[in-house]
């Protein structure tokens, strides 16, 4: 499985942001998987800001959820990451990044096994 | 918010065993992940204390868990260790937390 995220590069403050990763060598509805966005700046380190079951049902962060959606396409078997309201803050490498599931009461549930990562899409947010 | 707290460095001899912590007070509870970023790459996983999927990890990576503190062991540490690890683990809500990174040199 390989994951390709593409972006804009340059946004302006206050702008939204759309990112979009593309998965291939495996459909995105296989298997007990959920498909998650990171970030990385050199000032914050990694930060997670969601992840998002090929079924829906996506689960952010608190840092990010009053301003992020994620949402997936398994017919293009990407899935996909808006962010509102852009600052200098939000300038960051930004990967995508599959999550093996296991289940939790019966329920899918993520575990920490991020595995892969796609190569980072750079976003820098400047007038 | 929860956080998860890491040396910021870390040196070791080759061949020597190098040891990086990671503090965070929902560790007795949740298992903790560890990943090794090498300049320019994205990170890659090393270690796991959980049960799920295969393995595929080398053997040289361990990991240790005392009450709030777990620890990433690396044994016969090759200068090809050096990155930077980040741990990665779960606050009381399931919202996935990083550490701020531990640079392992090996010299």
């Known amino acids: 499985v390989q994951l390709l995220e593409s972006g804009p590069g340059l946004v302006k403050p206050s702008q939204t942001v759309s990112l979009t990763c593309t998965v291939s060598?495996?459909?995105?509805?296989?298997?007990?998987?959920?498909w998650s966005w990171i970030r990385q700046s050199p000032g914050k380190g990694l930060e997670w800001i969601g992840y998002?079951?090929?079924?829906?049902?996506?689960h952010y962060s608190p840092s990010f959820q009053s301003r992020v959606a994620m949402s997936i396409d398994t017919s293009s078997n990407q899935f996909s990451l808006r962010l509102t309201s852009v600052t200098a803050a939000d300038t960051a490498l930004y990967y995508c990044?599959?999550?093996?599931?296991?289940?939790?009461?019966?329920?899918?549930?993520?575990?920490?096994?991020?595995?892969?990562w796609g190569p980072g899409t750079q976003v820098t947010v400047s007038s | 918010s929860y956080e998860l707290t890491q040396p910021p460095s870390v040196s070791v001899s080759p061949g020597q065993t190098a040891r990086m912590t990671c503090s965070g007070d929902?560790?007795?509870?949740?298992?903790a992940f560890w990943y090794q970023q090498k300049s320019g790459q994205a990170p890659v996983l090393v270690f796991s204390?959980?049960?799920n999927g295969p393995s595929g990890i080398p053997e040289r990576f361990s990991g240790s868990i005392s009450g709030t503190v777990a620890t990433l062991i690396i044994s016969e540490t090759q200068v090809d260790d050096e990155g930077d690890y980040f741990c990665?683990?779960?606050?009381?809500?399931?919202?996935?937390?990083f550490g701020g990174g531990t640079k392992l040199t090996v010299l």
């Open positions: 998002i079951y090929h079924s829906g049902f996506p």
């Open positions: 204390d959980d049960a």
């Open positions: 990665l683990s779960t606050d009381s809500s399931g919202n996935w937390v």
């Open positions: 990044v599959r999550v093996l599931g296991a289940y939790c009461r019966n329920k899918p549930c993520p575990t920490g096994r991020f595995d892969p």
């Open positions: 929902e560790l007795p509870k949740k298992f």
């Open positions: 060598g495996d459909s995105i509805s296989s298997g007990n998987y959920f």
